[in-house]
Structure formats: structure tokens, C-alpha cells
């Protein structure tokens, strides 16, 4: 139980495995993120035709734990002869959850500018370009970052779940050390620390730069289910 | 998907007692740890926050291979898969329902709080004849969402083994290869299990939205 005797002999494989962590945060985000505002457009679309699919893929990709969706990636997919390496499995997995939870955070974040000045955007001629452009981006943005931060923390935890898939992220490369050296305790505080250290750096940095908003952060842990869990 | 079904309600059953047990253990520790980090002496509040703050910047996996592992595999303590769920699983939505709990209290006016002052309640009774009852109503819609977290969170037990849908359907798995249909319905499952705390959770709210428009 030599916590910090050992530590400095570990830390150098965990930070590699926090590199392969942070890579797998960054790529699910480069995936998820673009078909986030694809389907909060999908969602928001006048179309019933269009709006149907997407509120299945979104209730779909909320509803279903991320676990499940990681093993249906990765025993599923070579079934259709697709067989992909774990780390562009779990890929997949994070980047659907990412798209399904960034959809609601956007849709929100459109919802959330009055109709008033859509319609003012409109009365004045501005095309509908411009109009998202100038009106609605701007004032969407200040609304859907701090839920997006909040979302960005959570996807990083998440990509623990690719354990389960033997990615050799932080926390197999802690698990594997442990079972070496049968330090549970050690191996498994050490990784937590790291894991704790850039999760609560990041929400301290969100604290100083939006005091007010990150009361809304407690709500997007949770699904939102509830009209109150997307900060009306 | 009949056949599929048949196997993983094997594992429901712990599925759904993980998530009880988890919750009821995570809505009797949330209350007090709100009531402390709401406390006017930081000696009091900071060792909360820290508490609450480590609780929820750590994955849930990584807590439940400390209970397990670590906390239930010494010569003194034997955990049960389940215990170490229930123990992990609790302590993380103990921080989470705790910022819910807050947010209730926070949204008593002050005014009854002063007036149970003026009365001279005793705290406790402040608390449970006054301020409580109005709490609970704001609170109950955030608590339903965190109980379908908590649900889909618990598919994590079945790493560290405990049998439940997911355990089940990596079992199968590893026997018919047909990860797509088993995964599907396994999701399927969740998905449904959580529609009643989503039922509660937006009667609660409409409930909740009348009375504030009713004023």
C-alpha cells in the first residue's frame, strides 16, 4: 500500500494510456459533433418525414446504455463482415452516443432564441443564410457551450468504457498493471487521480468563465428526458 | 428476437435491483450532503463540495473496480458483485441527486425560511414540515432522469460480473455470434425499463409547470 513509493513507476504508461484516453475523447467528438447539428436540423425540420428518423436515432442513442451500444460495435459489426480495430469500434460506439446527446443540446440551444427574432430576421429581408448566420448562431452558441463542455467531461469518462473492448486507454493500461502487480488499490487510485485531475481543471476553468451557467451542467449528467434536464 | 428475449430476461431482474438499490442508497445519502454543502460554515461545506466534486470527476467503471477490487476483496471484507454495484453506483448519484436536492432547497423562497424562523421551529421541524414538502415537487422530475442515468449506468456491473441484461448478452454472444440481434434487444430492454421513470418524470413536470403558472 505504497501509494506514492510506486507511483512515479507507473505514471509514465498511464499517461500514454491518458493520450490514447484523450484521442478517443477527440475523434468521438470529430464524429459526433457534425451529426449532432445534422440531426438537431433533422429534428427541427418541418418535414414529419424527416423529423421521425431522427427523434428514433436521438431516442435511440440516449436510451440504449453506452456499454451496449460499445458491444454492439464491436460483436455486431463483423457479422457484416466489417472488422475494425477496438480503438475505431469504440469510435463508432462514443461518436453515435456523442451525436444523439450534442442533437438535444443544440436543438435546445435553437430553441432557446425567441420567435420574435427569427421573425424580425425575416421582416427585415435577411435570407436565410444570414439569418442563422447573424441571428441565430450567436446567440445559440452562448447557450449551447456550457452544456457541451459538461458533455465533453462525460465523453471523456466514457471512454473508460472501452476497456470493455481492450483499447489500451488509462484505464486498461491501470487494470493490466494491477493484475501484474495485484496493487488494485494503488493502480486503481492513481488512475482515478488522473482520470479526477483534468475533469475537475476543466470544470474550474468553466466556473471562472461562466459562473451563472454551469448550474445547468448538474442537468445534462442525466439524460434529458424531461423538458427541465435540457435547461428549457 | 424471442429466443433473444428469453435469455436476457435472465438478467433483468438484477438489472432492476441494481438500479433500485443504487437509487434508494444514492436519494438517503444525497439529502445530507446537500444539507452540508448548503451549510454557512465553509468547515462544514468544503469537505462536501470536495466529496461531491470527486465523486462525479471519476467513471463510474473506475469506482466500481475500487469497491470491488480494492474495497471488498480483503480478508476482512467480501463483497458480492452486487454489493459492489449497489455501493459504487449509490455513492456516484448520492453527488448527483445531492446537486438535484440543492436545487430544490435553493428554489424555497427565503421568506419561508425566515418565517419558520420567526416561529421558532426547531431545524429539524423547519425542514420536515416546511421546507421538504415544497422541495419534493421540483425535485422529482430531475430525480426521475437521474434514475434513468442510473439504470443505464448500471449495465456497467457486468464488467466486474454481476448477471445482469448486458453479463447476459455478452454470454450469449460468445455462444450464437450474433452480437447485432443480442445488442439490439439488450438495448431494446433498457430502453423500455426506463419509460416508466420517464412517464414520472413528465407528469411531474407538468404538475410542476402548472402550479408555477397558476401561481
Redesign the interface.
Known amino acids: 500500500m505504497s501509494i506514492w513509493s510506486e507511483w512515479h513507476a507507473y505514471l509514465p504508461d498511464y499517461l500514454d494510456g491518458l493520450t490514447v484516453t484523450l484521442r478517443l475523447t477527440g475523434v468521438s467528438l470529430l464524429v459526433g459533433l457534425p451529426l449532432g447539428v445534422a440531426l438537431a436540423l433533422a429534428l427541427t425540420a418541418p418535414s414529419k418525414a424527416i423529423r421521425r428518423p431522427a427523434v428514433l436515432v436521438v431516442e435511440i442513442g440516449r436510451g440504449a446504455p453506452a456499454l451496449v451500444v460499445l458491444y454492439f460495435v464491436y460483436y455486431g459489426l463483423p457479422q457484416l463482415s466489417l472488422t475494425w480495430s477496438s480503438f475505431a469500434c469504440a469510435t463508432i460506439a462514443l461518436g453515435f452516443t456523442t451525436a444523439a446527446y450534442t442533437a438535444d443540446i443544440f436543438r435546445a440551444g435553437v430553441n432557446s432564441i425567441p420567435v420574435g427574432h427569427r421573425e424580425a430576421a425575416q421582416a427585415l429581408g435577411l435570407s436565410h443564410g444570414k439569418e442563422l448566420r447573424l441571428i441565430v448562431l450567436p446567440q445559440a452558441i452562448r447557450v449551447v457551450v456550457p452544456p457541451l463542455v459538461g458533455f465533453c467531461i462525460l465523453l471523456y469518462q466514457g471512454t473508460s468504457l472501452a476497456y470493455a473492448v481492450s483499447v489500451p486507454e488509462l484505464l486498461s493500461r491501470a487494470y493490466s498493471q494491477a493484475s501484474i502487480t495485484y496493487q488494485f488499490t494503488t493502480t486503481l487510485i492513481l488512475a482515478g487521480l488522473v482520470y479526477a485531475a483534468l475533469s475537475l481543471a476543466v470544470v474550474a476553468l468553466l466556473n471562472v468563465r461562466w459562473p451563472r451557467r454551469t448550474r445547468h451542467l448538474a442537468d445534462v449528467t442525466a439524460p434529458a428526458e424531461s423538458p427541465t434536464a435540457t435547461g428549457r | 428476437m424471442g429466443e433473444i428475449l428469453g435469455v436476457l430476461a435472465d438478467g433483468v431482474a438484477q438489472t432492476v435491483q441494481i438500479t433500485l438499490a443504487s437509487f434508494v442508497v444514492a436519494a438517503v445519502l444525497g439529502l445530507p450532503l446537500a444539507v452540508l454543502r448548503m451549510s454557512d460554515s465553509w468547515l462544514i461545506r468544503l469537505p462536501a463540495v470536495l466529496v461531491v ?2 465523486l ?8 466500481l ?2 469497491v470491488y ?2 474495497l471488498g ?1 480483503t480478508d476482512r471484507v467480501q463483497l458480492s458483485t452486487f454489493q459492489a454495484a449497489v455501493i459504487g453506483l449509490g455513492l456516484i448519484y448520492a453527488a ?1 441527486l445531492s ?2 436536492y440543492r ?1 430544490g432547497l435553493d428554489a424555497v423562497p427565503a421568506g419561508q425560511w425566515e418565517a419558520a424562523l420567526a416561529l421558532a421551529l426547531p431545524r429539524l421541524q423547519t425542514y420536515r414540515r416546511v421546507i421538504l414538502p415544497q422541495t419534493l415537487i421540483v425535485v422529482v ?2 430525480m ?3 434514475a ?2 442510473l439504470l ?5 456491473a ?2 466486474i460480473g454481476a448477471t445482469d441484461i ?1 453479463f447476459q ?2 454470454q450469449l ?1 460468445q455462444q450464437d ?4 440481434g ?3 434487444v ?3 430492454l ?2 423500455a425499463l ?1 419509460l416508466p ?2 412517464a414520472v ?2 407528469g ?2 407538468r404538475a ?1 409547470s402548472r402550479r408555477l403558472a397558476g401561481g
Open positions: 466534486e470527486i462525479r470527476a471519476v467513471p463510474p467503471i473506475v469506482w473496480f475500487l477490487f480494492s476483496s448527483h446537486e438535484a436545487a422530475p430531475p426521475a432522469t437521474f434513468i442515468a443505464k449506468d448500471s449495465a456497467i457486468s464488467v448486458t448478452a455478452v454472444t455470434l450474433n452480437g447485432l443480442n445488442f439490439a439488450a438495448g431494446l433498457y430502453i426506463g421513470f420517464a418524470a413528465r411531474a413536470d410542476l
